[in-house]
């Protein structure tokens, strides 16, 4: 192998574990999973308007009945294909959604917004374009003597992880042959022994190979499941994928996040059935086997599910839907004080729309967000503002 090439190998697959924590997290810790959507999903479909007569009439063909939706409160309603999944857990209180949610920024592209999210930071003025929200927590919750270990699940370093903290990533939807064999591993193990980042190469590698470890056995659970199930899979990708990372959360991880694409849906988005329903029974169905797999664990978990923006009220010529403002987030978690749609609403008439085309937005993500991290984690204001500066924090008594 050439030296170029080699180096190149290893920053592609090595230095994003460099900052690996080996540490296992205590079952009563808390754990936080954020869920990034990215494409901006129909929140109008995910929770429907139920009360509202403006929205069966602006979505004649994509629009939920209110009679398929299911009942969440007298305004609201959820979609049918989260039936099996997310609908018990707020029958049992650990679900709740936050609708006219989401950023001020107001440029509608899925890139320049999706960045903005990320960095969690003041629209006006300067911004440090390398500084994850994230990755502000996690070296928040890390200072002094307290170890909380985090994990971007996915193949490259997000925005949002990015920062003054070093944090690993690792895909786990893939169990395949690492990038670097054991050789070149002790070779480059090797060229920084000595050297100031000789500890972080070390940790690096051990959290790859503990990874891969825990990766590798379950694949085997996979490989058992699907003879137990005569080859019949019950769910697609995500669920797979979720179930992998609360394993690894379960044992390990208590900080994490996973990006799941796929939801820009400007043409033929279905409505009670459809494309659009297929990704949210998936969706569901996946984050209702990361509750399972998490055990007991699950009691002192959080997941938060957000996405860029939401979608246009009205249907577009092509039975989709484009690109919009407010969204609706999800909250779920084993102790949370859910079974609710909490935050700022408004009616759902032409009145209230934005740009006479989208939900507002009456609950800023960074005050929400932040509500929940100084809850979830006892934040002082001194330190909430480390993670988002200047923001009055949203509490909406969830956790």
Not at 86 to 93: E, H, T
Not at 98 to 120: K, N, V
Not at 165 to 184: F, H, L, S, T
Not at 233 to 262: C, H, N, P, W
Request: glycine letters at 10%; a neutral charge; proline letters at 4%.
């Amino acid at each position: 192998m050439q030296r170029r090439h080699f180096l190149q190998t290893i920053a592609a697959t090595a230095l994003p574990l460099l900052s690996g924590r080996l540490y296992a997290a205590a079952e009563s810790q808390p754990r936080l999973l954020l869920v990034f959507l990215r494409g901006g999903y129909d929140a109008a479909s995910l929770l429907v308007p139920v009360s509202s007569p403006f929205y069966t009439q602006v979505r004649p063909n994509i629009g939920i009945a209110q009679n398929v939706a299911l009942s969440l409160t007298a305004d609201w309603g959820l979609h049918p294909a989260l039936r099996e999944s997310i609908f018990p857990l707020y029958q049992q209180g650990q679900a709740a959604f936050i609708p006219y949610a989401g950023t001020d920024d107001l440029s509608r592209s899925h890139f320049e917004t999706q960045d903005s999210m990320e960095l969690g930071q003041p629209l006006q003025g300067r911004r440090d374009l390398g500084s994850g929200f994230l990755n502000r927590l996690a070296s928040v919750l890390n200072k002094d003597s307290n170890r909380v270990a985090t994990m971007s699940f996915t193949e490259q370093l997000p925005l949002i992880m990015q920062g003054s903290m070093q944090i690993a990533n690792a895909g786990v939807k893939n169990v395949g042959k690492p990038g670097i064999d054991a050789r070149q591993s002790q070779l480059i193990a090797s060229m920084y022994q000595g050297k100031a980042l000789a500890k972080q190469v070390d940790e690096g590698f051990a959290t790859r190979d503990q990874v891969n470890q825990q990766m590798s056995a379950m694949q085997e659970e996979d490989k058992s499941m699907t003879e137990i199930n005569r080859n019949a899979v019950s769910t697609k990708g995500f669920a797979l994928e979720a179930r992998r990372i609360g394993k690894l959360m379960q044992q390990q991880y208590a900080l994490g996040f996973v990006d799941v694409g796929g939801w820009d849906t400007h043409v033929n988005q279905g409505a009670a059935s459809g494309a659009l329903a297929t990704k949210f029974a998936e969706l569901g169905a996946g984050l209702a086997a990361y509750a399972d797999e998490l055990g007991s664990a699950w009691n002192n978990t959080t997941v938060v599910v957000v996405s860029e923006f939401g979608r246009t009220l009205r249907e577009n010529g092509n039975r989709g839907t484009d690109h919009g403002h407010g969204s609706v987030y999800w909250v779920l978690g084993g102790g949370l004080h859910g079974g609710k749609v909490v935050g700022a609403q408004c009616a759902v008439e032409q009145k209230t729309l934005f740009q006479n085309r989208d939900y507002p937005i009456l609950n800023e993500y960074r005050s929400t967000l932040g509500g929940l991290f100084a809850r979830l984690y006892g934040l002082s204001p001194k330190q909430l503002d480390e993670v988002f500066a200047g923001i009055k924090p949203n509490e909406l008594g969830l956790v």
